[in-house]
């Protein structure tokens, strides 16, 4: 009995024989549909059935669910499983009856919803591999139908090694592992690289129970960083730090290794579980230094290019793997306090004299310096005492100003050696730095590398002229330009300066002579050696008014002298009081008043 007749009922009243007979059998029609409709399943809307698929094409998969009319179903929705044929028993959901033309219509992907969740948790319970479809692209991953719900499988559990073109997977049907599950917000997480790894956890443990240090192993480049190379052993990872890729500086390993290169590398270190190994590339080939020329010796010039450089000093790579220091105080004779990046940079080519050649600890130094003669071997040449040259004006100091007349060869010249006449308080009155100075050499310091320097010295000393002009005693006209706690200074003719203390500043009213003023003054003291002037404005009413005091008593005393002559030469003929008079008088003169 066929299925679709296995639930048929015949009527209690039909009549068999006049049916065979060829007779008119007398039943309705709703009659005939009850019949027909009872040999059919009974199906309610928005249940899950099952039924068999009975035609696939490209578009469509048609499907018999022991209905009057069979489902259709789009192709897309049995994409997870392209083994698909027909006689598959598959669950549908019966999402209407019978549409506007009269079509059951059928969803596979709603009926496996509507039971994918139970089995996803069972899945992830049972630790189950599962098959899933991989739709499409997304952000740090891809998304993956899993018995119809879209599941996230990121980009680091499609495989143990990295990917880097996902492209290549959509529309592949892979195996999976269910990892990670919110129940809250439904959201699937799978992995396929949890499927190997078990795999290859068994054969990292075989591969690391056989590490040994020195060892050389072929590896495939994994991935590359900016501080090394990670290199896949088999199973198992090591890394080969940027200083172990080459013997030479490498600024990027990019340009030594490329992805997916298979190089031999050399065991370095681990750790005492191998979880962590250190690899060398570097150290398959001699070291540079073993190659090195047996006749280079100190003196040699060598060339080579900058590669690092550095506050202090920059590194040469005369050969792959082969360095000298360039210390920065020998890249230039000065001894001013530089950088290396003032006289070279990164790329350059330069030639350089060996100064210490150490094999043993593979190290050298060098210099540029050399290349050129030490100004100082033949100074007295150059810049003998008395020579007059320009320099430039280095830096300050508060006792005088350092300069450079060329590149090696400094010069001071002292505050006091700037001016004859102007008082110099710091030497940023006086110039800049930067600026250009004239200068004569005063003495040369060969063992210290230093000149003294003079600038006065290119005019001959005024002061020999103010020595006859500010005589001791002389009046001068003068200017207070500048008030001091101790007293004042006065600005004078020829562009010479005087001083003088308070009680010299007082006027004849009374009064203290202030700041701007103009007034005599008198020089009470001259020394051209310290080229000190001391004046007194007081002076000049004062000794005038000594001058007339002194000439009224000499006067005074003259008058008195000559009467005692005119009394001495009278007759004899003299009273005793008169000689008593001429006694008093002659007392108080010889007294002086």
Same mark, same amino acid.
């Given at each position: 009995?066929?299925?679709?007749?296995?639930?048929?009922?015949?009527?209690?009243?039909?009549?068999?024989?006049?049916?065979?007979?060829?007779?008119?059998?007398?039943?309705?029609?709703?009659?005939?549909?009850?019949?027909?409709?009872?040999?059919?399943?009974?199906?309610?809307?928005?249940?899950?059935?099952?039924?068999?698929?009975?035609?696939?094409?490209?578009?469509?998969?048609?499907?018999?669910?022991?209905?009057?009319?069979?489902?259709?179903?789009?192709?897309?929705?049995?994409?997870?499983?392209?083994?698909?044929?027909?006689?598959?028993?598959?669950?549908?959901?019966?999402?209407?009856?019978?549409?506007?033309?009269?079509?059951?219509?059928?969803?596979?992907?709603?009926?496996?919803?509507?039971?994918?969740?139970?089995?996803?948790?069972?899945?992830?319970?049972?630790?189950?591999?599962?098959?899933?479809?991989?739709?499409?692209?997304?952000?740090?991953?891809?998304?993956?139908?899993?018995?119809?719900?879209?599941?996230?499988?990121?980009?680091?559990?499609?495989?143990?090694?990295?990917?880097?073109?996902?492209?290549?997977?959509?529309?592949?049907?892979?195996?999976?592992?269910?990892?990670?599950?919110?129940?809250?917000?439904?959201?699937?997480?799978?992995?396929?690289?949890?499927?190997?790894?078990?795999?290859?956890?068994?054969?990292?443990?075989?591969?690391?129970?056989?590490?040994?240090?020195?060892?050389?192993?072929?590896?495939?480049?994994?991935?590359?960083?900016?501080?090394?190379?990670?290199?896949?052993?088999?199973?198992?990872?090591?890394?080969?730090?940027?200083?172990?890729?080459? @013997?030479?500086?490498? =600024?990027?390993?990019? /340009? %030594?290794?490329?992805?997916?290169?298979?190089?031999? +590398? #050399? &065991?370095? *270190?681990?750790?005492?579980?191998?979880?962590?190994?250190?690899?060398?590339?570097?150290?398959?080939?001699?070291?540079? @230094?073993?190659?090195? =020329?047996?006749?280079? /010796? %100190?003196?040699?010039?060598?060339?080579?290019?900058? +590669? #690092? &450089?550095? *506050?202090?000093?920059?590194?040469?790579?005369?050969?792959?793997?082969?360095?000298?220091?360039?210390?920065?105080?020998?890249?230039?004779?000065?001894?001013?306090?530089?950088?290396?990046?003032?006289?070279?940079?990164?790329?350059?080519? #330069?030639?350089?004299?060996?100064?210490?050649?150490?094999?043993?600890?593979?190290?050298?130094?060098?210099?540029?310096?050399?290349?050129?003669?030490?100004?100082?071997?033949?100074?007295?040449?150059?810049?003998?005492?008395?020579?007059?040259?320009?320099?430039?004006?280095?830096?300050?100091?508060?006792?005088?100003?350092?300069?450079?007349?060329?590149?090696?060869?400094?010069?001071?010249?002292?505050?006091?050696?700037?001016?004859?006449?102007?008082?110099?308080?710091?030497?940023?009155?006086?110039?800049?730095?930067?600026?250009?100075?004239?200068?004569?050499?005063?003495?040369?310091?060969?063992?210290?590398?230093?000149?003294?320097?003079?600038?006065?010295?290119?005019?001959?000393?005024?002061?020999?002229?103010?020595?006859?002009?500010?005589?001791?005693?002389?009046?001068?006209?003068?200017?207070?330009?500048?008030?001091?706690?101790?007293?004042?200074?006065?600005?004078?003719?020829?562009?010479?300066?005087?001083?003088?203390?308070?009680?010299?500043?007082?006027?004849?009213?009374?009064?203290?002579?202030?700041?701007?003023?103009?007034?005599?003054?008198?020089?009470?003291?001259?020394?051209?050696?310290?080229?000190?002037?001391?004046?007194?404005?007081?002076?000049?009413?004062?000794?005038?008014?000594?001058?007339?005091?002194?000439?009224?008593?000499?006067?005074?005393?003259?008058?008195?002298?000559?009467?005692?002559?005119?009394?001495?030469?009278?007759?004899?003929?003299?009273?005793?009081?008169?000689?008593?008079?001429?006694?008093?008088?002659?007392?108080?003169?010889?007294?002086?008043?």
């Amino acid at each position: 009995m066929s299925e679709l007749t296995k639930n048929v009922k015949p009527l209690d009243d039909f009549n068999w024989d006049e049916y065979e007979n060829g007779a008119k059998v007398n039943v309705s029609k709703e009659e005939l549909d009850k019949a027909y409709d009872e040999t059919l399943n009974k199906v309610s809307e928005h249940q899950v059935v099952e039924g068999t698929v009975i035609f696939i094409d490209k578009k469509e998969v048609i499907v018999n669910i022991g209905y009057k009319s069979d489902g259709i179903i789009p192709a897309s929705e049995f994409r997870y499983n392209p083994d698909l044929k027909v006689g598959d028993t598959v669950e549908v959901y019966v999402e209407n009856q019978e549409d506007k033309k009269g079509q059951l219509i059928l969803s596979h992907k709603k009926a496996r919803l509507s039971k994918s969740w139970e089995r996803i948790n069972a899945a992830l319970e049972n630790q189950e591999v599962i098959q899933g479809y991989i739709k499409c692209r997304t952000k740090g991953g891809m998304i993956v139908d899993v018995f119809g719900i879209e599941a996230f499988l990121p980009g680091s559990q499609i495989d143990v090694h990295p990917i880097r073109d996902y492209d290549q997977f959509v529309g592949k049907t892979m195996e999976f592992k269910v990892v990670k599950i919110n129940q809250e917000f439904r959201n699937v997480v799978v992995s396929h690289k949890a499927l190997i790894e078990a795999e290859l956890e068994a054969q990292k443990k075989e591969i690391i129970s056989k590490l040994e240090k020195g060892q050389i192993l072929e590896g495939t480049v994994k991935n590359i960083t900016t501080y090394g190379v990670f290199v896949d052993l088999g199973g198992v990872d090591g890394l080969i730090h940027i200083t172990d890729l080459s @013997w030479g500086r490498v =600024d990027d390993p990019h /340009k %030594v290794v490329e992805l997916d290169q298979k190089i031999n +590398v #050399v &065991i370095l *270190d681990f750790d005492d579980e191998k979880k962590r190994i250190a690899l060398g590339l570097k150290q398959l080939t001699p070291h540079p @230094w073993d190659a090195l =020329d047996p006749n280079l /010796k %100190v003196g040699d010039h060598v060339k080579g290019k900058v +590669v #690092v &450089i550095a *506050d202090y000093g920059a590194f040469v790579e005369i050969q792959p793997g082969v360095e000298g220091l360039i210390h920065v105080s020998e890249m230039s004779w000065s001894q001013h306090l530089r950088s290396a990046q003032e006289f070279l940079k990164v790329g350059d080519e #330069v030639e350089a004299v060996i100064l210490t050649l150490d094999r043993d600890e593979r190290k050298m130094s060098l210099g540029i310096k050399q290349l050129k003669e030490d100004p100082w071997e033949t100074i007295e040449i150059k810049y003998p005492v008395g020579s007059k040259h320009t320099a430039k004006v280095r830096n300050f100091t508060n006792f005088g100003v350092f300069v450079e007349l060329e590149e090696g060869v400094d010069g001071l010249i002292h505050i006091s050696d700037l001016s004859w006449t102007k008082k110099v308080k710091h030497p940023s009155e006086f110039t800049q730095v930067g600026a250009d100075i004239d200068v004569v050499v005063l003495e040369i310091d060969k063992e210290n590398r230093r000149l003294s320097l003079g600038h006065k010295q290119l005019e001959d000393n005024p002061w020999d002229v103010f020595e006859t002009i500010y005589t001791v005693g002389s009046i001068h006209r003068g200017k207070i330009i500048e008030s001091l706690e101790k007293g004042a200074v006065i600005a004078l003719d020829k562009g010479v300066e005087g001083f003088a203390t308070p009680k010299h500043l007082v006027k004849e009213d009374g009064t203290q002579a202030t700041l701007g003023e103009e007034l005599p003054f008198k020089v009470i003291e001259f020394n051209k050696d310290s080229k000190r002037i001391i004046l007194s404005h007081s002076r000049t009413f004062e000794d005038a008014q000594r001058d007339e005091k002194k000439a009224a008593k000499k006067a005074r005393a003259k008058k008195d002298k000559d009467e005692v002559v005119k009394i001495d030469n009278q007759p004899a003929a003299t009273t005793l009081g008169d000689i008593d008079v001429l006694a008093q008088l002659k007392e108080k003169m010889e007294k002086g008043e």
